[in-house]
Nanobody, 124 residues
Framework: QVQLVESGGGLVQAGGSLRLSCAAS????????MGWFRQAPGKEREFVGA????????YYADSVKGRFTISIDNAKNTVDLQMNSLKPEDTAVYYC?????????????????WGQGTQVTVPS
């Protein structure tokens, strides 16, 4: 089992920045890929980005490319999502998720473990 806990959400003005963190515990050593997803009210869960834990290779949705950055802190077993130039359309609950195997990374159903989510609000 892997436990994931997100933190760092909040309210930020358009153009501002926010850093989310996902702390992994339990069998965190088994994580192969960590993904970030978001879900706005009335919408499907949407892929934001992902990182291959062992290699640090990152992937991003087109909607966040150039604005969001995923990084790993191996000492703390956390994966951070740095969000810059935030827009009102970035408002959503943000989730981290993990898988112990290679998967199609932009499909939520492929991930085995999920955090509880953290709210990010960017007022228009």
């Amino acid at each position: 089992q892997v436990q994931l806990v997100e933190s760092g959400g909040g309210l930020v003005q358009a153009g501002g920045s926010l850093r989310l963190s996902c702390a992994a515990s339990g069998r965190a050593f088994s994580i192969y890929v960590m993904g970030w997803f978001r879900q706005a009210p009335g919408k499907e869960r949407e892929f934001v980005g992902a990182i291959i834990w062992s290699r640090g290779t990152t992937y991003y949705a087109d909607s966040v490319k150039g604005r969001f950055t995923i990084s790993i802190d191996n000492a703390k077993n956390t994966v951070d999502l740095q969000m810059n130039s935030l827009k009102p359309e970035d408002t959503a609950v943000y989730y981290c998720a993990s898988s112990p195997r290679g998967i199609v990374i932009d499909v939520a159903a492929n991930y085995d473990y999920w955090g509880q989510g953290t709210q990010v609000t960017v007022p228009s």
